[in-house]
């Protein structure tokens, strides 16, 4: 646990640290598992399993990815069978991001400092590669090598739908697109975004419990931890939109205000928001306290995500 | 079982009319089970739903519902749990055509007489409303509502996932794409309509015997039924879209010959068309074999498939 002469930020540095290294290592394992589970073909249909492989491999934070990963190994589930799961929230992440990058979307020509898949390849491509992506998610997670029980690899598909269909992410889109141009209250735009990106998030630190098999108690935890690690890293992505540069996002900045959207920095200002942004992070980090140290990288995870650069 | 003293066409023509009766009772209950499934909304997300709802509800001969309700049939599965396997595959196959008829797609203003769902809403919505329904038909199978056991469960789903996925439907469009304007062979043509098409019809007609725990043999016979009733479809498909006129199809007519793609009348004629599409009928009748009379409409789906004419 944290040693109690250590200073709050020489801990937040020394975690930090921690985490990189152990986020590095995780991702390198999940981007492993992506690859095995898309392997390049050479019929007809290349095009498509390159596509989703380009939209997939080789890039991101893997912050879903890792909160699957990490989460399941508070229960001592293996490497292996989390990695795929893992795998699987990563790519119906990425199916969101190559769909939302459409023309018809957001319109945006760049990913990570890369041409978005559209751009890449073709729009009717990028569509088809988004929706195999998808299938390819509840695929795995449907699987027998997941090691997992039916009712476990149920458990986790059922969460999984409710947390990335039109009660969850999707509709969270939808709701923010309507929201285009309107000044909308906190509370809407609050739940647009707990729809839209949260939902996805806190699946992600839920799953490792599912996985686990863990007690109501510790899932309805996790389950909290990542509902506020959710909201804290959206409230965290308003700010960068705002202060980082396109170089440091890797993408075009400030493109929020300019589609007339409403943000946490516009509704409680910039200092508003990471005060706000700050109380999430205490709030996860409380809803961790039965998992002692075993926690810490979660913890140092929910420091993370507000104080990130891109 | 048939009776003998009628002749082929006879035969033909008193099954047509009790398919026809058979698919209207059972269509509607598809229908009511898709509405209870999709209910409308009235928050910022009322548009997502709506387009779903416009997608899926009051259309199309249910095909795919239709095999799935029968085959449960065969095994007594009750009519309410099979409604709800059968909503879920109408629901993936409307997301397939909301999808495939967007302007980087086939560009297709018009299906079944109304408006494409980018015409009704706009490509955004549609975009966000094929994803949702793709989710929304996992959702469905993975629920307890669906009163089958977890093992039963993540059969449907993972069969249901390889009809759908890269390896199944999508790859078979994005093939279909890749071939556009290109002359393919009969075998190409073959593979490419067995995944585009094919895999959703022939896991439909699969999965009456997965919810009901059908023998290793009946499960081969009722998929090998699929399978062939699928391909004979698709032929049936490339004839219309020769023969029938816009009216009668509720989409323009001689779309594929204008887009280069490759047909089984381009590669058979017409006659050779019709042969092979006969043959088809007469092995998925074959397969029936075992399951006696309780399986007349399933024979009389196999001719309607090469005799409907939209």
Redesign the interface.
């Known amino acids: 646990m944290t040693n109690p002469t250590h200073t709050l930020s020489s801990r937040v540095a020394e975690g930090g640290a921690l985490l990189k290294q152990d986020m590095a290592a995780r991702a390198a394992v999940i981007e492993s598992a992506i690859d095995h589970l898309l392997p390049p073909t050479t019929?007809?249909?290349a095009?498509?399993?390159d596509a989703?492989r380009y939209a997939t491999l080789g890039g991101g934070k893997r912050l879903r990815g890792y909160l699957a990963v990490t989460t399941a190994a508070l229960f001592d589930v293996s490497e292996t069978q989390a990695a795929r799961v893992a795998a699987s929230v990563e790519m119906l992440h990425a199916?969101?991001l190559v769909?939302d990058d459409?023309p018809?979307?957001d319109d945006d020509d760049m990913r990570r400092g890369q041409p978005s898949t559209h751009r890449k390849f073709?729009?009717?491509?990028a569509?088809?590669a988004?929706?195999?992506l998808?299938?390819?998610a509840?695929?795995i997670l449907?699987?027998?090598k997941t090691h997992a029980?039916?009712?476990v690899?149920?458990d986790l598909?059922?969460a999984f739908?409710?947390a990335?269909?039109?009660a969850g992410m999707?509709?969270g889109?939808?709701?923010d697109?309507?929201?285009e141009g309107r000044a909308l209250p906190l509370a809407?735009v609050s739940h647009?975004h707990a729809l839209k990106t949260g939902c996805l998030i806190r699946y992600s630190a839920e799953s490792g419990a599912i996985l686990g098999q863990a007690t109501p108690d510790q899932r309805a935890r996790l389950r909290s931890y990542g509902t506020a690690v959710g909201a804290a890293f959206q409230i965290a992505d308003d700010i960068l939109d705002t202060t980082a540069t396109a170089e440091e996002l890797g993408k075009t900045a400030g493109k929020d205000e300019a589609a007339g959207k409403s943000t946490f920095v516009a509704l409680l200002g910039i200092d508003g928001a990471r005060k706000e942004a700050a109380r999430l992070t205490e709030q996860a980090i409380a809803d961790l306290a039965p998992f002692g140290a075993r926690a810490d990288r979660l913890r140092d995870l929910a420091y993370y995500v507000i104080e990130r650069r891109n």
Chains 1, 2 share one sequence.
């Open positions: 019929g007809g249909d095009r498509l399993w989703m199916y969101s769909h459409l018809a979307m073709d729009e009717a491509t569509i088809l988004g929706d195999a998808q299938t390819k509840f695929e449907a699987s027998n029980s039916a009712e690899r149920i598909i059922a739908a409710d990335s269909g039109a999707v509709g889109q939808m709701i697109m309507e929201g809407e647009l």
